[in-house]
């Protein structure tokens, strides 16, 4: 109802009260608001009633459904739309005709939409892996059912990096930040493949310029085509993850000439003169430029290039993928000679005081975030393994934080003093630059979920898990909403590195053009169990040990078709 001081409130009561219902007749609706903006805004409710006999149950059920079919063309949802101007529809309004037919399909296909989702939740939860990692893999596939991401009509999926009150923060579907997310293409891989036609298809120029963030998609042509070295090359890492996870022969060949371009652009860009170490302005997902020899960027290269090299020789270029294969052996083992400390990998930089924003000797979380990459998609070791081994322990033991009391940052806290978490950077030798980059001292639940796999892949079981639960404390529904993990907006993007874990934990690989499925666990149990998914169906792998020491596996197969699979076993 409208009106004044507590009308609403006393009329509802007058009305519930006597019977439990909530009739029509109000003559108080009469009445008019004088309470300014809300003068407009109109309450009503719905009821169920049941006569409930002693013992007896009843659901009372309600399907609430809507339809807001355009959106503004444009990432910027501040821009007031005027009368005439062109829209976008949301890809549910090209199912649907409005709200009553969309809850109507919900009521028809209900119980089997119930079945299944009971079925996904029985089989992810149930599986033998540590309970922090289940709740970190589940909790942030809620990002991509927030308004962080969303499709529109002609079902191509987009995203911000995460979401504020009232709008999408940072547009784009940004290249470095969704090179950290996992969630999307294990589960749901139609939509992964439906972002790199855009980063490839429309955005990549005709000389392999990716600018990070999408801008033609809505018809906007942004002044200077920006590439990031951490998103250019690790979307070529992710459409070889895209092919591995689907198959398609033909989305491949689709995309393949632009990412050859992509590639080729970026070693003429960075790599000038083809030692294999990149150099230059280095623009990457901490909103800086880089400057000389930086480990991060440098092993995502060779990812790139290890990547190319497989597509290569899938299309029987021969030449290319040799040469390719070249510049990252030359590049990888330079690196490792020039940047390795004893301990791990460090930025190379001449004169760094004249740079801000670079971390010169710090430990950084990220330092080979591109074996993260190759680890998640079998393409081997980039770097000699004992190194790789010592430097992701380094990483745990100097940036992993028990407390933050008197921890001094001055930039974004996302952990208070009694929290537990992982840093980006620390300088355990000292020399921390005056202005090192930005973020430095922040803790990113999507990096400490990278470094965490990256540790369990590593065989350091406890360590990986313990930065798990390090941050699920932080976001433990007490404290803060363990269903929103926090950095540039709500729902981040990157957060859905988690599912990283699960692969690190099953030592799960996919080779769908193979039709081939392979697990290695990195736990020595007898019993073990975990939830699968693949681009053809979904379900459970068992795996167990006698005690002379022989393993049974197992596929149970929930969702999909998974015929024709052969499955292996074995280390990566």
């Not at 659901?59 to 005439?84: A, C, H, M, Q």
């Not at 801008?215 to 459409?239: H, K, N, W, Y």
């Not at 491949?252 to 590639?263: I, Q």
């Not at 007490?478 to 709500?490: A, D, L, S, T």
Request: glycine share 10%.
């Amino acid at each position: 109802m409208t009106g004044g001081w507590w009308d609403g409130m006393e009329d509802f009561w007058h009305h519930f009260s006597q019977d439990g219902s909530l009739g029509v007749e109000n003559t108080a609706n009469s009445m008019e608001s004088w309470l300014g903006p809300h003068k407009n805004l109109r309450v009503g409710s719905v009821g169920i009633t049941h006569m409930l006999q002693p013992g007896e149950e009843k659901t009372f059920e309600f399907v609430l459904s809507w339809y807001y079919p355009n959106r503004i063309k444009s990432w910027d949802e501040d821009t007031p739309w005027k009368e005439g101007e062109e829209t976008e529809k949301n890809y549910y309004a090209s199912r649907y005709q409005d709200a009553w037919e969309a809850g109507a399909d919900l009521l028809c296909r209900l119980p089997e939409l119930e079945k299944t989702s009971r079925l996904f939740t029985k089989a992810i939860y149930e599986s033998t892996l540590p309970e922090a990692v289940i709740e970190a893999v589940c909790a942030n596939i809620t990002a991509l059912r927030s308004t962080t991401c969303f499709r529109i009509a002609d079902g191509t999926f987009l995203a911000y990096e995460g979401s504020h009150e009232r709008k999408g923060s940072c547009p784009g579907t940004c290249t470095h930040v969704w090179n950290y997310a996992q969630t999307v293409a294990w589960l749901f891989p139609e939509l992964e493949r439906s972002a790199r036609r855009i980063e490839f298809g429309l955005e990549t120029r005709e000389d392999g310029c990716m600018p990070f963030r999408n801008e033609r998609i809505f018809g906007s042509e942004p002044e200077e085509a920006v590439p990031a070295a951490d998103g250019q090359f690790g979307t070529v890492v992710r459409l070889y993850r895209e092919w591995l996870l689907s198959g398609e022969e033909e989305f491949l060949k689709e995309l393949w000439p632009k990412a050859k371009k992509a590639l080729e652009y970026g070693i003429r860009n960075w790599d000038p003169d083809e030692d294999g170490m990149l150099s230059g302005r280095q623009h990457n997902t901490y909103d800086i430029e880089f400057y000389g020899t930086v480990p991060m960027l440098n092993s995502i290269y060779y990812a790139a290039l290890a990547a190319g090299e497989k597509m290569a020789i899938y299309f029987g270029e021969e030449e290319t993928a040799e040469r390719w294969r070249e510049l990252r052996q030359k590049g990888s083992k330079k690196m490792d000679q020039e940047l390795w400390n004893g301990a791990y990998y460090i930025q190379k930089l001449e004169d760094i005081g004249s740079y801000r924003f670079q971390y010169g000797e710090g430990c950084l979380a990220d330092q080979i975030l591109g074996q993260f990459f190759a680890h998640v998609n079998r393409l081997g070791y980039l770097f000699p393994k004992d190194h790789v081994r010592q430097a992701v322990y380094s990483i745990y033991e100097n940036n992993y934080r028990d407390n933050f009391i008197g921890a001094v940052n001055a930039q974004r806290a996302y952990a208070m003093e009694e929290d537990k978490g992982l840093v980006l950077c620390s300088w355990p030798q000292g020399n921390r630059p005056v202005i090192p980059f930005c973020y430095s001292e922040e803790v990113w639940t999507g990096v400490e979920y990278q470094v965490a796999s990256h540790l369990i892949y590593e065989g350091y079981m406890e360590e990986g898990v313990r930065v798990v639960e390090a941050v699920r404390s932080r976001y433990d529904g007490f404290k803060r909403n363990p269903w929103n993990e926090v950095e540039c907006g709500n729902h981040y993007a990157r957060s859905m590195s988690s599912y990283g874990l699960l692969l690190a934990l099953s030592g799960f690989h996919a080779d769908v053009p193979n039709r081939e499925l392979s697990f290695s666990p990195k736990t020595k149990e007898k019993d073990f169990s975990c939830f699968f998914c693949c681009g053809s169906g979904w379900g459970i792998y068992r795996q167990s040990r006698d005690d002379q020491g022989r393993v049974t596996r197992k596929l149970e197969p929930l969702f999909g078709n998974l015929e024709g699979f052969t499955l292996k076993g074995g280390e990566q």
